[in-house]
């Protein structure tokens, strides 16, 4: 069992960054592929980005690649995604989660996550 809580959401104008964190409980983070998700109002909650459990390999959806980088800390059993250059369109809850299996293609799922935080929420000013 994994607990995951999120951070550093909060607003922001257009053109600014924001640092959000995912600290996860238990001894086995480093055994997960983890995962950043957002769900804006009315809408499916979307794949962002996805980091592999070591760290080596990153995986991002087209909209943020660029503006958004993911990464991990294993010691500190911590998960970051780095946001600049936000833009309205990204204002959304932002969740991360957890995958115990292996990445594969449908990695990018959100049914292929099996922990997920609350959320936290990010809100871009125009």
């Known amino acids: 069992q994994v607990q995951l809580v999120e951070s550093g959401g909060g607003l922001v104008q257009s053109g600014g960054s924001l640092r959000l964190s995912c600290v996860a409980s238990?001894?086995?983070?480093?055994?997960?592929?983890m995962g950043w998700f957002r769900q804006a109002p009315g809408k499916e909650r979307q794949f962002v980005a996805a980091?592999?459990?070591?760290?080596?390999?990153?995986y991002y959806t087209d909209s943020v690649k660029g503006r958004f980088t993911i990464s991990r800390d294993n010691a500190k059993n911590t998960l970051y995604l780095q946001m600049n250059t936000l833009k309205p369109e990204d204002t959304a809850v932002y969740y991360c989660?957890?995958?115990?299996?292996?990445?594969?293609?449908?990695?990018?799922?959100?049914?292929?996550?099996?922990?997920w935080g609350p959320g936290t929420q990010v809100t871009v000013s125009s």
């Open positions: 989660a957890a995958m115990k299996s292996r990445w594969s293609p449908s990695s990018t799922r959100k049914a292929s996550y099996d922990y």
């Open positions: 238990g001894r086995t983070f480093s055994s997960y592929v």
């Open positions: 980091v592999s459990s070591s760290g080596g390999s990153t």
